[in-house]
């Protein structure tokens, strides 16, 4: 019943159904005898979409749609490229998909049942801080940055983790009306913690993200714009010692500034990618008849750069317009929360999705130094995809509970006229 | 009791405005991100449309790689015609004969893309009949002309000229451009030790001798220190800022103490109270060091850019180094800069650039490599244009310099240049590679012919050869002389 009254939605889910199964029609014509395993990872993308889509209309109505499709597409565009280069990568990232979908799910319940946060304070503080020099001591170095985590066979990536559990923080300790100087000074020291450790493991991309994020949501709940100036002055400085101490920050910044000086070492993927870019044109060369293993890391941060080739600049900027739709509604559910902690957790949820999206479609694009973070939802990898899904998972929630608070004002309101 | 229900409705109250200004906070936040998601939606529309046909010829690009297994690329000769690289059976092959395939190898390139500065890969998408200008995407094109044929590229260059010129180094590593200073044309190009094309695989392998790096074109990616051939830049600084520069006299005694630093001349030769010709013509480091400081350091920058220091250079025919002058504003490191030591490094093509233009009034022509494509049928598809890069001087200051220059080479350290009959104005470079004595230091020589009917130019490096005017300098005589001998 529901799905019939929100006609714009269903109507896009059929163009998706439509999309991702012509794409692995495509795909399994690009090798003979045609290649019936993509119909079945083709139906397999179409099967989670709908059972989740109906399942959690169903049992959720208040549920936030356009979330939900959005970064299905997103997943559905990373999963199509990953089967075109390279089916192995598909039928994990499927699986992560899956995954991700429970866990959505999962955080969605327990995030509407769980009302006691504030207790949990110092323990979350913990539990990030040990996750993340954990991975100092322990993690395997992989491309560069120090922030993997291996347990059995899978490898992990605490970071991507953490962050939920960072923005949690900073929400409780944002929550009060007047904020107090204690948890003020908690929460710049706890910041700034985490922000080293990262630093430390060489992981930019992250650092950038967690610092971003921190300063969006102290300026959001204070709206001290003195002390938020005063922030962004202290990470232009560190940004600036940074460049001074570093040589693998100058070395970003530098093939920024010219990649094509460096070509045979560190701009190479910068120059792969631009030429992929530049290759597909505004409608793309078509989807298999690429080159995307020409760009280095093609299944995960570069992602980008391959579907631009195949799909061409239109279904690029298509991209940016998903996210930025994600981001707008996840924005308006921290809005409509009237609840500050949850407000709070909304906002820095979707600004962690804006932050990551813009820093690693800027870097592609070669609009702002590459760092490496990961395309929330396209990009190849469990940790990523999992943490993406828990995002969402939150964000659903606190959708919900605003869409069964204005429900019960509606109902209180009809009571009293009637 | 009534205070505390008013305390407690403030403190409603004010809970209520946090949260009224919170939602304010995030609709700004939220402005700004769709803001810069518009923004970054143009910028990459924008790149995109405005630099891919440059990416795509680019010579990075893998997918002109990928279509040389199915298009035949055609063949690559000299500006006489003569067969430098073909393809026979499917394979790429060069000149049959080892001494031509050595001295033009880095024109030339090779196929598989180890040098990726030569002709193989600047001129790929010519030589495989592809258009980057063309409307239709190189995807379709290249499907287009499978199992096809390309079109034959000649080059600017005289293969005979590189083949005298190669000899004639000797064991010497370095590197020679003669180009024509009116339309560009780099009639020879030749890095040495140079690379047998059709045996890449040997320079490849972990046992080679680094010092030789074969395969870089040291004329076009070489980052050198000038040493004294920098001087026609100060020069061209002292004419610009300088009222009295040319009679201004300075007092050399062999050595100076700038800014508590030595600066020597070669051999501490003494060369008394001279002005800025003289100084020229017998490289006198004392005085460069001196004048610098009346120059200026952000004077002298400004000059250097102008000269294209610092400089990306975008050419279609010739991947080439950023030469580099830094500025500093310790007086010692300004002197040494001024005499083209401390962080200054230009590449032998960008030398012959800057001679050229001298030569040329101040006008700087893009070099040239690329003289023409032929399809299969004969027909010319594209040919060589020339282009002014740059006017980096104007004529008079120009004219300056020239005559300056003729008499480093009738009276100065350049004597060993001298053509009779000709008019050749020069400049000497001794660039110190280390403090350490028992290194030679590279021999530079830059020079031109005054003559509108033999508009030739060249730079001549020698690396750890000793002082330009003893080594260099009778090579780019030779150099000249055989050029004039073939008629250009």
Not at chain 1, 402 to 410: C, E, F, M, P, T
Not at chain 2, 166 to 173: L, P
Not at chain 2, 184 to 195: A, N, R, T
Not at chain 2, 286 to 313: C, H, P, V, Y
Request: charged content about 15%; aromatic content about 10%; hydrophobic content about 45%.
């Amino acid at each position: 019943m529901n799905i019939l009254k929100r006609p714009s939605a269903i109507s896009l889910l059929y163009v998706i159904i439509l999309f991702e199964l012509s794409a692995f029609v495509l795909i399994g014509f690009m090798v003979q005898p045609f290649d019936y395993m993509a119909l079945v990872v083709g139906g397999v993308m179409v099967f989670l979409l709908l059972v989740q889509y109906i399942m959690l209309t169903r049992f959720f109505p208040n549920l936030d749609r356009y979330i939900l499709i959005t970064a299905n597409v997103l997943a559905a565009i990373g999963v199509i490229m990953q089967y075109r280069v390279n089916p192995d990568l598909a039928y994990k990232q499927l699986i992560w998909l899956a995954v991700g979908m429970a866990l959505m799910v999962c955080v969605l319940i327990f995030v509407t049942k769980f009302k006691v946060w504030k207790k949990f304070l110092y323990p979350l503080i913990i539990l990030s801080a040990v996750l993340l020099v954990s991975s100092l001591i322990f993690g395997k170095t992989i491309n560069g940055a120090k922030n993997w985590f291996r347990i059995g066979i899978f490898s992990l990536q605490p970071s991507e983790f953490v962050k939920i559990i960072f923005v949690l923080v900073l929400a409780l300790l944002l929550e009060d009306p007047k904020t107090q100087f204690k948890k003020f000074i908690i929460m710049c020291f706890y910041s700034a913690f985490c922000i080293a450790i990262l630093v430390l493991q060489k992981d930019l991309g992250a650092a950038l993200l967690y610092a971003g994020t921190f300063l969006v949501m102290y300026f959001v709940a204070s709206g001290n714009v003195l002390v938020s100036l005063g922030f962004v002055g202290v990470g232009a400085g560190g940004a600036v010692v940074a460049y001074n101490l570093f040589d693998h920050v100058r070395a970003r910044v530098e093939i920024w500034q010219d990649p094509w000086a460096q070509y045979n070492g560190k701009g190479y993927q910068i120059v792969q990618g631009l030429i992929a870019m530049a290759s597909g044109g505004l409608f793309g060369v078509g989807l298999g008849l690429g080159t995307p293993k020409a760009v280095p890391v093609y299944y995960s941060d570069y992602i980008f750069a391959i579907v631009c080739e195949e799909f061409g600049i239109l279904i690029g900027i298509a991209i940016m317009c998903f996210y930025l739709v994600f981001i707008i509604r996840g924005s308006l559910i921290a809005v409509n929360s009237e609840n500050k902690f949850y407000a709070l957790v909304a906002f820095g949820c979707t600004t962690l999705i804006t932050l990551q999206s813009f820093i690693i479609l800027g870097g592609v694009i070669k609009l702002i130094p590459l760092t490496g973070v990961t395309m929330p939802f396209m990009s190849y990898g469990g940790s990523s995809m999992m943490a993406s899904m828990i995002l969402m998972g939150v964000l659903e929630a606190i959708a919900i509970q605003n869409g069964n608070r204005r429900l019960a004002k509606l109902a209180e309101v009809e009571s009293h006229v009637n | 009791m009534s205070t505390k229900k008013i305390k407690k409705e403030k403190i409603e109250k004010t809970g209520e405005d946090q949260n009224k200004r919170m939602r304010l906070n995030m609709k700004i936040m939220i402005f700004t991100v769709v803001a810069a998601f518009l923004y970054m939606m143009g910028y990459f529309s924008y790149t995109i449309m405005s630099n891919s046909s440059k990416w795509l010829s680019s010579v990075y690009n893998n997918k002109i790689a990928v279509a040389k297994n199915s298009i035949t690329p055609g063949d690559i000769l000299d500006r006489n015609g003569t067969v430098l690289a073909t393809t026979k059976n499917g394979d790429r092959v060069y000149s049959g004969n080892l001494e031509t395939r050595l001295a033009n190898s880095h024109t030339v390139g090779d196929g598989s893309g180890a040098v990726a500065s030569g002709a193989e890969t600047l001129f790929s998408m010519e030589l495989l009949g592809l258009d980057d200008n063309n409307s239709i995407s190189i995807i379709t094109q290249i499907r287009a002309n499978e199992n096809k044929r390309g079109n034959d590229v000649a080059l600017t260059i005289d293969s005979k000229l590189n083949q005298y010129i190669y000899d004639a180094m000797g064991n010497n590593k370095g590197a020679v451009v003669l180009m024509n200073y009116k339309t560009g044309e780099v009639y020879s190009l030749v890095s040495k030790p140079g690379f047998d094309g059709n045996d890449i695989a040997q320079y490849l392998t972990d046992d080679t001798d680094p010092g030789n790096s074969e395969l870089v074109n040291r004329a076009t990616l070489g980052r050198y220190p000038p040493g004294s051939i920098f001087k026609i830049i100060t020069t061209s600084a002292a004419l610009r800022y300088l009222a009295d520069a040319e009679t201004k006299t300075f007092n050399c005694t062999g050595s100076v103490i700038i800014g508590g630093v030595k600066v020597s001349d070669y051999d501490g030769e003494k060369h008394g109270t001279i002005a800025l010709a003289e100084a020229l013509t017998h490289s006198c480091n004392s005085f460069f060091g001196l004048i610098s400081q009346d120059i200026g350091s952000s004077n002298m920058l400004a000059t250097a850019e102008r000269f294209k220091f610092n400089t990306s250079f975008d050419f279609s025919d010739f991947v080439m180094a950023k030469s580099s002058y830094v500025q500093s504003d310790q007086a010692g490191d300004l002197a040494w800069s001024a005499i083209g030591q401390y962080k200054d490094t230009v590449s032998p093509l960008h030398m012959a650039m800057i001679v050229s233009a001298v030569a040329n009034d101040g006008v700087m022509m893009e070099p040239k490599l690329f003289l023409k494509s032929t399809d299969a049928s004969g027909q010319v598809q594209k040919s060589m244009k020339s282009n002014t890069y740059a006017t980096i001087m104007e004529r008079q200051e120009a004219f300056k310099l020239k005559t300056m220059m003729y008499d480093v080479v009738t009276a100065g350290t350049g004597k060993a240049a001298a053509i009779s009959g000709y008019k050749i104005g020069g400049k000497t470079g001794t660039a110190e590679v280390t403090s350490n004595s028992t290194t030679k230091a590279h021999a530079w020589f830059v020079a031109f012919i005054g003559d509108t009917n033999h508009p030739l130019a060249i730079a001549v490096i020698l690396e750890n050869a000793g002082t330009g005017g003893s080594k260099s300098a009778p090579i780019a005589k030779k150099a000249f002389q055989k050029a004039l001998d073939l008629g250009y």
